[in-house]
């Protein structure tokens, strides 16, 4: 079975035109949204769960069913694991045909190599900050004077509790901070 999923991003834009092509392509059964393809998309979510094992997800064009590269393999790759092909009419992507395949997995390497590239440029970037002196990560919430003052106030007696709440940090801040000191 075909089934047909089209998405505007504005409730003003019309789903005609991509519905008609639905339609003429054979598409049994339609699932719409009209929103941003960021936002959560119930009628997807609907095409998905109804879509069973031999049937065909079929989209007017690849746009409309995600934003990102990494996005539509993801979802497309969940599919096949099912059992269910994909369609994009206007972008002649078909993976029931060995061509449609090949194309999607070329596309899905291409993605691959993207991540990987833009994981070796961010250690890369954080390398060289460390090697300039910088750390990464959140600031200490205890600086060297906090830990200092919270030394001597549990030194004298003050409650674990009190001194944290005194240092406005959590009390497993406090203990953290003081053991890491030493």
């Known amino acids: 079975m075909l089934i047909g999923y089209a998405r505007v991003s504005t409730e ?9 092509a639905l339609h003429q392509a054979g598409a049994a059964k339609v699932f719409t949204d009209k929103v941003s393809s960021v ?14 094992e031999g049937d065909i997800l ?3 064009k690849l746009d409309r069913l995600g934003r990102t590269v990494k996005g539509l393999i993801d979802l497309v790759e969940a599919l096949q694991k099912r059992g269910v092909q994909f369609r994009s009419l206007t972008d002649g992507i078909d993976t029931s045909t060995a061509p449609g395949r090949f194309f ?14 833009i994981r070796e440029r961010t250690n890369a970037g954080l ?3 460390r090697a300039r002196g910088r750390q990464g ?12 003052a919270a030394k001597q106030l549990m030194d004298a007696g003050r409650p674990a509790q009190e001194v944290a709440d005194n240092l406005g ?11 890491k000191a030493g």
Do not use: C
């Open 12 to 20: 003003d834009q019309n789903l005609e035109l991509q519905l008609d």
């Open 104 to 117: 999607f997995h070329v596309m899905a390497a291409l993605a691959e190599m993207e991540r990987e590239l």
């Open 39 to 52: 936002k959560h998309r119930p009628g997807l979510d609907e095409a998905l769960a109804y879509a069973r």
């Open 127 to 129: 390398a060289a900050a």
């Open 137 to 148: 990560g959140r600031k200490p919430k205890m600086s060297d004077s906090k830990i200092a």
């Open 58 to 60: 079929v989209v007017w």
């Open 169 to 179: 940090v959590s009390r497993a801040t406090l203990y953290r901070s003081l053991t």
